[in-house]
């Protein structure tokens, strides 16, 4: 019943991001950009100090709001600049002072939002995966917290290595702050445990261009006026995110994308289908005796990016070019890490994991990858 239709007659893309849309948005979005709701207007062309782009705003939170189960004391922002943006901007928005703030390190993502909070303040590493090269995320016992910081920062998927909270830390009185772009809405969310949490656009929840940042009430009093006013969280959420143009139709695309998600049962579904979807992979991986390797600890393994690599580079690059052939594309690993990597986000369906699953079978038993087939060619 919550299947993900296998409509597309296009490459599947396991691009890390931007990725895939469903076909049933891109649908919608394309109507809308011709003629946004019988009116004659472009979506692209709705003032911002319109109505309907209130409208559209005021209905894309109220969509967020009942999938993710946010609770009334948080608040919820539509901004601009990307989570890298945000690494730096989060950090001046909610340090004041002389104070630190803790940062577990699991990943290249997570050492880009401690760079970048480090430039004008105050930064400790409370957990490091570093040592382990980035192979597992520290248990909580190995941590180290500072009971006064102003926050504790995690990265709830790391991308390019491969990894996933499967457990949410506990940080006790101090707020904790989590980077959920390769993630977010990808499974339910206990956003009363979270002080702040931040996802960009483009993995799970549509097209570049927006930030979404969900934040608990209390800690907007620590936002001064020294933050410029467009990045000022307690501004924007005063303005209702309208303190300069909001970015409309990257919030009209994540609109679509909270009903579709809505219409195909919700965030628990959603995990069912990173389940299904990764374990599919997961399994290849493990039943290919060690043609393909994860250095991914088990128990931390993530259902929306799977990492591997093939006995050698030049067999990892026929294994890019064969798939690409067939139409499975973007597979290349993240730079920092190298190998291969399959994006699994939102708008990918269980065809698409299945189609890469038979490729890994047949491409590991050297015969001819032409059997796993997925898509048409031209
Ligand atoms: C992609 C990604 C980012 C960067 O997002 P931008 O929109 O390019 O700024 C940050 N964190 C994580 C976990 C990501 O996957």
């Keep these: 019943m919550n299947a993900v239709p296998a409509d597309r007659h296009r490459p599947w893309s396991f691009a890390a991001g931007p990725a895939l849309l469903p076909e049933e948005v891109l649908q919608t979005v394309s109507r809308a950009v011709l003629d946004w709701q019988d009116t004659g207007r472009s979506v692209l062309e709705l003032p911002f100090s319109s109505r309907e782009c209130r409208r559209i705003l005021a209905e894309a939170e109220s969509e967020l709001r009942l999938l993710a189960g946010i609770p009334h004391c948080y608040r919820v922002l539509f901004l601009q600049g990307g989570a890298y943006g945000h690494f730096g901007l989060l950090a001046m928005n909610l340090i004041s002072g002389e104070r630190s703030a803790d940062y577990a390190v699991t990943g290249h993502w997570g050492q880009r939002a401690f760079a970048e909070a480090g430039r004008r303040h105050r930064v400790r590493v409370a957990a490091d995966g570093a040592a382990d090269d980035f192979r597992a995320i520290p248990p909580q ?84 006026d020294t933050v410029p006013a467009v990045f000022n969280y307690a501004r924007q959420a005063r303005a209702d995110s309208r303190v300069n143009t909001p970015p409309l139709f990257a919030v009209y695309v994540a609109l679509q994308m909270f009903q579709w998600l809505r219409r195909h049962g919700g965030l628990p579904a959603a995990l069912t289908r990173c389940r299904q979807r990764s374990a599919l992979l997961y399994e290849a991986i493990d ?32 294994f890019l070019a064969a798939a690409e052939r067939q139409g499975l594309t973007d597979l290349a690993g993240h730079p920092a890490v190298g190998g291969i990597r399959a994006s699994l986000y939102n708008a990918m369906p269980l065809a698409g994991a299945r189609a890469l699953a038979a490729f890994m079978e047949a491409f590991a038993k050297g015969g001819d990858t032409r059997a796993g087939r997925c898509a048409p060619t031209t």
């Design 287 to 318: 039943t290919s005796r060690d043609f393909y390797r994860t250095p991914v600890a088990v128990n931390d393994r993530s259902l929306v990016n799977v990492r591997f690599h093939l006995p050698d580079q030049e067999k990892e690059r026929r």
């Design 141 to 224: 016992s190995e941590w180290r917290l500072d009971s006064g910081a102003a926050y504790c920062h995690i990265t709830t998927a790391e991308t390019a290595e491969g990894l996933q909270y499967h457990w949410t830390p506990d940080t006790a009185d101090v707020a904790l702050v989590a980077d959920m772009t390769a993630d977010f809405l990808t499974r339910p969310i206990d956003v009363h445990r979270y002080g702040l949490i931040y996802a960009s656009a483009q993995k799970n929840l549509g097209v570049a261009g927006l930030t979404v940042v969900i934040v608990r009430e209390d800690l907007l009093d620590r936002c001064d």
